[in-house]
C-alpha cells in the first residue's frame, strides 16, 4: 500500500508516519496504544510476520507450530473487512513492562459485522511490548463505544 495513504488503524495519519515503521521494524511498540493500532493495521494489510513477532511467548496461540500459526493469521487477515479501531483506554507500562489496552475493532466477514471489543494485555520483553492474552465482548453494529465503558467496568462476554 501506498505509505501516503491514511493509516488502516484510523489514527487520521498517513500509514508512513503512523504503523508502517513499527511493521518495517524501524520501531518496536513501547505504549500499548502503539502495538494495537499497529497489530490491526497489520490484520488489515496482511503482514503475518509482524503479528506472529509481537505474540508474546505465553500468548495461548503460541503452543501451535509457528507455520501452523502464520497460515491462522494469513486467514483470518484475509477474511475481515476493516472498518476501523478505536482506543478506548491505554494504561501506561508498569515497572514490570505490563500494561493493558481497552479497544473496539470494527469488522466485517462476510457481510456480518463481527466487531469487539478486546480487553488486552500487553509485556514488554526487552524490545518492544507483545501481545499475551485478550478478553473479548462481542459488539456487532457498534460504531462508538460506550461513554461509560473503561477497563475497570469491561465485562468480557
Ligand atoms: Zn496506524
Not at 489496552?101 to 459485522?113: C, E, H, I, N, Q
Amino acid at each position: 500500500m501506498s505509505k501516503s495513504a491514511p493509516c488502516p488503524c484510523s489514527s487520521g495519519k498517513s500509514y508512513a508516519e503512523c504503523c508502517a515503521p513499527f511493521h518495517d521494524r524501524k520501531r518496536h511498540a513501547q505504549e500499548g496504544e502503539e502495538l494495537v493500532r499497529s497489530r490491526y493495521s497489520a490484520f488489515a494489510l496482511g503482514k503475518v510476520d509482524y503479528l506472529y513477532d509481537t505474540l508474546h511467548e505465553d500468548h495461548p496461540d503460541r503452543r501451535h507450530a509457528p507455520d501452523q500459526i502464520m497460515a491462522a493469521l494469513r486467514a483470518a487477515s484475509a477474511s475481515f473487512k476493516y472498518m476501523g479501531l478505536t482506543i478506548i483506554e491505554a494504561e501506561p507500562r508498569d515497572r514490570d513492562g505490563y500494561c493493558r489496552v481497552l479497544y473496539l475493532a470494527r469488522l466485517f466477514r462476510k457481510g456480518t459485522d463481527v466487531s469487539f471489543i478486546e480487553l488486552a494485555e500487553f509485556l514488554h520483553d526487552g524490545i518492544g511490548l507483545r501481545y499475551r492474552n485478550g478478553k473479548t465482548m462481542d459488539a456487532p453494529g457498534m460504531r462508538v463505544p460506550p461513554l461509560d465503558l473503561a477497563i475497570a467496568t469491561f465485562q468480557p462476554s
